[in-house]
């Protein structure tokens, strides 16, 4: 494959346009070529060619046309995107949409155009916004995802040609080279100093050594003769013979898991219930009252328009805009705070996230390389090993990623040396040399793997003297060498000797009798704010796991030094043996996984959501899509490849765990503003409407018109529309927020009956003491409703007290001005239109008294109404 200069943007366009992926054993079985074996790397070429039905000379331009036929392009299929019509059809189904649109067409039937058109308005602009919002995420996040056209190199008809990367077919022969993207998974057959990353596929930040010859590995993470589709060529040349092919590589294993269904979020799970509670609510009450005034010989249609004017008074119909607006200006704060969010409903989920697991690479770690310490042969520090191996590097050419981690300390390695002589690196051996000429004459410095360089060491340099390399310090060295492992810590050797001869380039035999220099240790170091973050977000209430395809030891280092306890690393193979069931009772205790398959990483987050977590995932490579996908709320980063980016709810501009920590403090803020209208709707619609249908069964004439009922609930909705830019409380969002239905049966049964109470009293003081008329009556009492209803506002907004805790400017706006707007209709010619008569100063003065006590026992009475409902063990709060 070509085009070497932009090798990242060429992983992120092939991930793009080629679907997900990921290094699972599990699914490697799966649709197979026709005799093809599921473990391709065990096998010799021989065998695999002959279940192929190949040679390994490659094939023939029909031959390759005949096979692209019979086993389709090297691609995957494409997530179908979701049409407007299928958006809007979407939001319009659920059951508070429902409600609002046969209550508006009722309205309109029944005479009412100005009230049913009010309704239907509402909540076409409501639908509206939520799609045109969420749409202009998505475009956001693919603008994000660069496209690139990549070309294969394979061996058409005896000579290597470029071919299009979707018509490679099993069979072909495929040539890579450094910074190609693998296109297929093959069977290396030649290679030369070749090395591939696979960060993106198992999380493991080094380069990965392959060369050819069967291995017997029990997965492909461990599989060194075998290239995987979506890997990056680092170094070298190689020669492969290509074994799967689009959705059958262990890359396009992934792709099932974006090609099924989103399922519901929390947020859109309890909204949904919640919508299904009022309609139950709405139907019962409304079936009561109309039977009811039937029954008692009322006018059917009166009644009827009554009844809708009553379901429309219980539903709170702003309750979609306020939603869609309040996590729009959620979107808008989170983009500010380098957050785009492709989903609405995701920003509440992230409130509401209990767990978040996260892949440790380019996440916890800064997924850039770099050398950690230099360390003499008795292991203590000591700087000569790093210069030396600095000085190699600067002159041998290989230029890896350790390399450039031994450079970056040392911008002057080479200064005063000249090269004489080089041996690439060589990955049988595992070890490359340098002939250089310096300040120590000309010497040979050799690097590589510690087990190959020390085998080839006769002495070690000490502050003694040089001393013999004998097996017991051979076993100390290499004992050193684990203890580095085990800190998280990559080594190289170094050795080096006199050279004796003339200067020429390296040969194998003159890697002997070399005096042990000692070790350099490596380390993908973590984030420096990683630490801060991880403890903010378990003082929020966020537990962290980490979910890695990296070494176990590794990740139990790494955990370490973020914070986290880990006396307990279970590895994938530790995950398979268990049952789904005892693993959601592990995943109680254990933090940190290591070497974890694609589908391991979902299957985690499963169970956690089995134990009644709320969990969100935070990946960017490959590997991590099918959890991105299963999570509750998916967090990808600017950069991840294309597959982790179409997976996620959301993508972080900025990778760091503290953008998350503020994105958990956003959602939370959220989603507390919708609880203020939810409450408020409990509090005041209920009780009111409840106090209506009561009265209209008790007096002989009706407390209040279906006009005034519709003006009411129009005057109080435009009351709250300052709730999207309402302040929070602290308080508010130091825990996870989730819709707590019992909390809010327990809000409405405290609030709702006591607004019905007080419109008790005003009904037995305006009919019994006042002896008020019909519309005298109508009218009082709907000053006495809006004011109860606005004004209580400002109390169950907040958990604190209303004068310690100031509505922001926006919500006393839109509040206040309501309030005087009902308070000055009866007495203008509109109140004449709806039926209103002014009542006189003595009515009035007592529905204030009314009203101020009323707001004195709301106040009194709200910490019994907000008091937190208990969290029931291993279920999610809904």
């Given at each position: 494959m070509k085009d070497r200069g932009a090798a990242p943007a060429k992983i992120e366009a092939l991930a793009s346009s080629q679907a997900p992926a990921a290094l699972s054993a599990a699914p490697l079985g799966s649709a197979l070529p026709a005799g093809a074996p599921a473990a391709f790397w065990t096998q010799s070429p021989e065998a695999v060619c002959a279940s192929?039905?190949?040679?390994?000379?490659?094939?023939?331009?029909?031959?390759?046309?005949s096979r692209l036929d019979r086993y389709?392009?090297?691609?995957?299929?494409?997530?179908?995107?979701?049409?407007?019509?299928?958006?809007?059809?979407?939001?319009?189904?659920?059951?508070?949409?429902?409600?609002?649109?046969?209550?508006?067409?009722?309205?309109?039937?029944?005479?009412?155009?100005v009230g049913g058109g009010i309704i239907v308005t509402i909540l076409a602009l409501s639908i509206g916004l939520d799609t045109v919002q969420e749409g202009h995420a998505i475009k956001a996040a693919d603008v994000l995802r660069r496209s690139v056209a990549l070309k294969a190199e394979v061996k058409r008809d005896g000579a290597f040609v470029q071919?299009?990367?979707?018509?490679?077919?099993?069979?072909?022969?495929?040539?890579?080279?450094?910074?190609?993207?693998?296109?297929?998974?093959?069977?290396?057959?030649?290679?030369?100093?070749?090395?591939?990353?696979?960060?993106a596929l198992t999380g493991e930040p080094y380069p990965v050594e392959k060369r050819a010859g069967p291995v017997q590995a029990d997965g492909p993470d461990r599989a060194s003769n075998a290239l995987f589709r979506g890997a990056v060529a680092l170094t070298g040349e190689a020669s492969a013979l290509v074994v799967r092919t689009g959705g059958r590589t262990v890359f396009g294993a992934a792709a099932a898991a974006l090609a099924t269904a989103q399922t519901p979020s929390p947020f859109q799970r309890d909204l949904h219930a919640f919508g299904l509670a009022i309609a139950r609510l709405t139907l019962g009450l409304v079936v009561v009252v109309l039977a009811t005034r039937i029954l008692a010989g009322r006018e059917l249609l009166g009644s009827l328009m009554f009844a809708v004017a009553l379901a429309?008074?219980?539903?709170?119909?702003?309750?979609?805009?306020?939603?869609t607006v309040t996590l729009t200006r959620g979107a808008l704060r989170m983009s500010r705070r380098k957050v785009i969010v492709k989903r609405l409903a995701s920003i509440h989920d992230l409130g509401a996230m209990t767990v978040l697991c996260t892949d440790k690479t380019g996440t916890l770690t800064s997924a850039e390389i770099h050398l950690d310490r230099s360390l003499g042969p008795d292991g203590a520090e000591d700087p000569r090993p790093a210069r030396l191996a600095a000085v190699a590097a600067d002159l041998g050419g290989d230029r890896g990623a350790l390399d450039a981690a031994l450079l970056a300390g040392a911008t002057t390695a080479a200064q005063g040396w000249s090269l004489k002589g080089r041996r690439a690196f060589d990955f049988a051996r595992r070890t490359g040399s340098i002939l250089a000429d310096g300040p120590e004459g000309e010497t040979l410095i050799v690097k590589g793997a510690p087990e190959a360089v020390i085998a080839l060491c006769a002495a070690m340099r000490t502050s003694a003297g040089r001393q013999d390399m004998d097996e017991a310090r051979r076993a100390d060295a290499l004992a050193r060498v684990h203890a580095l492992a085990k800190e998280g810590l990559r080594s190289i050797a170094v050795a080096s000797r006199p050279w004796t001869k003339a200067s020429q380039d390296v040969a194998p035999e003159d890697e002997k009798g070399l005096v042990f220099e000692g070790l350099c240790a490596f380390a993908d170091p973590p984030k420096a704010t990683a630490m801060a973050a991880i403890a903010r977000l378990a003082k929020a209430g966020v537990r962290l796991k980490i979910l890695s395809g990296d070494d176990p030891v590794v990740v139990q280092?790494?955990?370490?030094?973020?914070?986290?306890?880990?006396?307990?690393?279970?590895?994938?193979?530790?995950?398979?043996?268990?049952?789904?069931?005892?693993?959601?009772?592990?995943?109680?205790?254990?933090?940190?996984?290591?070497?974890?398959?694609p589908d391991q990483k979902s299957r985690i987050v499963k169970a956690l959501q089995s134990r009644g977590s709320i969990v969100g995932y935070l990946g960017d490579g490959i590997n991590d899509a099918p959890a991105l996908k299963a999570a509750d709320v998916g967090l990808s980063v600017d950069g991840a490849t294309g597959v982790a980016q179409a997976a996620a709810d959301m993508i972080l501009l900025a990778p760091d765990l503290e953008v998350v920590a503020d994105g958990v403090e956003e959602g939370r803020r959220t989603f507390a503003n919708i609880l203020k209208y939810v409450r408020m709707g409990a509090s005041s619609n209920f009780g009111n409407m409840l106090s209506m249908a009561v009265a209209s069964m008790a007096l002989p004439f009706l407390p209040m018109l279906p006009?005034?009922?519709?003006?009411?609930?129009?005057?109080?909705?435009?009351?709250?529309?300052?709730?999207?830019?309402?302040?929070?409380?602290?308080?508010?969002?130091a825990r996870p927020q989730v819709w707590d239905m019992r909390g809010l049966v327990r809000f409405a049964a405290v609030m709702g009956p006591l607004s019905s109470l007080f419109d008790a009293i005003t009904f037995a003081a305006l009919y019994g003491l006042f002896r008020a008329s019909p519309d005298e009556f109508r009218t009082a009492w709907f000053l006495e409703s809006m004011a109860t209803q606005i004004l209580v506002i400002f109390i169950i907004r907040t958990n604190g007290r209303p004068w310690a805790d100031r509505p922001s400017a926006g919500l006393a706006a839109s509040s206040l001005l309501a309030l005087a707007a009902a308070m000055a209709i009866p007495f203008t010619p509109l109140g004449t239109w709806f039926g209103f008569q002014p009542p006189s100063p003595a009515v009035l003065a007592g529905v204030a008294a009314i009203v101020a006590v009323y707001l004195v026992a709301a106040e009194a009475l709200k910490p019994m109404a907000l008091r937190r409902t208990p969290e029931r063990p291993g279920r999610r709060t809904r």
């Open positions: 192929l039905g190949c040679g390994a000379e490659g094939l023939s331009a029909s031959e390759a046309r389709g392009p090297n691609s995957d299929a494409e997530t179908a995107s979701e049409t407007w019509v299928h958006a809007v059809l979407r939001r319009l189904l659920e059951p508070l949409s429902l409600i609002l649109l046969a209550a508006g067409v009722v309205s309109v039937a029944t005479g009412d155009e071919v299009e990367v979707d018509q490679v077919v099993p069979g072909d022969v495929l040539r890579v080279r450094a910074g190609d993207i693998i296109p297929a998974d093959a069977l290396v057959l030649t290679c030369s100093a070749f090395t591939a990353g696979e960060a429309v008074g219980l539903t709170p119909e702003l309750l979609p805009m306020i939603t280092h790494v955990a370490g030094l973020v914070g986290m306890s880990a006396g307990t690393v279970l590895s994938g193979e530790d995950v398979a043996a268990l049952s789904d069931d005892a693993l959601a009772v592990q995943i109680q205790t254990v933090d940190a996984f290591g070497r974890l398959a006009t005034q009922i519709l003006l009411n609930n129009l005057l109080y909705d435009l009351s709250e529309i300052g709730i999207p830019f309402d302040g929070v409380r602290a308080q508010a969002t």
